[in-house]
């Protein structure tokens, strides 16, 4: 039976040591460099249906360790599309099985501000790793062509690889309150198995900007 990684609880649980890792990063430089700190939940399509979750720290002043406006990121993201089958495969009731793919990444880039507070471009990228899942297909000998069945006439498990990659993920972001905003723009992941291109889309929560952020 197709397992979904997203649903695990070790996909959370790691998730959530993320979000305390960055957030004590941030917090060590919050009195003297004032970041702003946000979370993004989204998603899109492209090549992959895609999900993700987004912590973002963007530096407001210069640091030892980060220059002006640079905006550090941690995410979790999910992206399936339907895997490549035998020819004469019958899906049966439970439909097409899916590859998937399921990885984190820790991204850096450059936050650009415009004249108005309320627009501003991101260009950012990164490493990531995490998991590929990819039907495994066996013909199933105990099946009747000319009898209606509930089962597809291949059995398939799947297959988990590990796979390290690279992740591409710059925005416009539209951050219309102080807390609250959304943003779009590719999200590309290039890796060895299964590489994504999409369109994404996601709701901005958190500490966003602040006052002056068109005058920087």
Same mark, same amino acid.
């Given at each position: 039976m197709k397992k979904y990684l997203l649903f695990s609880p070790t996909v959370w649980r790691l998730f959530g040591m993320a979000i305390l890792l960055i957030s004590g990063s941030s917090m060590a430089f919050a009195q003297a460099n004032e970041p702003y700190i946000y979370g993004e939940i989204g998603g899109g399509d492209g090549s992959h249906g895609l999900f993700q979750m987004t912590l973002n720290t963007v530096l407001s002043k210069n640091n030892i360790m980060c220059s002006k406006n640079n905006i550090i990121s941690i995410s979790y993201s999910y992206a399936s599309r339907r895997s490549p089958i035998p020819s004469d495969f019958y899906p049966g009731p439970a439909g097409f099985p899916d590859q998937t793919l399921s990885v984190f990444a820790l991204s850096y880039g450059k936050v650009f501000f415009s004249k108005t507070p309320c627009v501003r471009f991101i260009l950012k990228g990164g490493l990531c790793a995490g998991v590929a899942a990819t039907p495994d297909f066996e013909y199933n000998t105990n099946y009747k062509p000319w009898v209606f069945s509930f089962s597809s006439n291949y059995d398939f498990s799947f297959q988990r690889k590990f796979v390290p990659g690279l992740v591409f993920n710059p925005a416009i972001e539209f951050?219309? +309150?102080?807390?609250?905003?959304?943003?779009? +723009?590719?999200?590309?992941n290039v890796n060895a198995v299964s590489s994504v291109l999409a369109v994404e889309t996601s709701m901005m929560f958190g500490k966003i900007r602040g006052r002056k952020d068109g005058n920087h």
């Amino acid at each position: 039976m197709k397992k979904y990684l997203l649903f695990s609880p070790t996909v959370w649980r790691l998730f959530g040591m993320a979000i305390l890792l960055i957030s004590g990063s941030s917090m060590a430089f919050a009195q003297a460099n004032e970041p702003y700190i946000y979370g993004e939940i989204g998603g899109g399509d492209g090549s992959h249906g895609l999900f993700q979750m987004t912590l973002n720290t963007v530096l407001s002043k210069n640091n030892i360790m980060c220059s002006k406006n640079n905006i550090i990121s941690i995410s979790y993201s999910y992206a399936s599309r339907r895997s490549p089958i035998p020819s004469d495969f019958y899906p049966g009731p439970a439909g097409f099985p899916d590859q998937t793919l399921s990885v984190f990444a820790l991204s850096y880039g450059k936050v650009f501000f415009s004249k108005t507070p309320c627009v501003r471009f991101i260009l950012k990228g990164g490493l990531c790793a995490g998991v590929a899942a990819t039907p495994d297909f066996e013909y199933n000998t105990n099946y009747k062509p000319w009898v209606f069945s509930f089962s597809s006439n291949y059995d398939f498990s799947f297959q988990r690889k590990f796979v390290p990659g690279l992740v591409f993920n710059p925005a416009i972001e539209f951050p219309v +309150g102080r807390a609250f905003g959304f943003s779009i +723009g590719p999200y590309v992941n290039v890796n060895a198995v299964s590489s994504v291109l999409a369109v994404e889309t996601s709701m901005m929560f958190g500490k966003i900007r602040g006052r002056k952020d068109g005058n920087h």
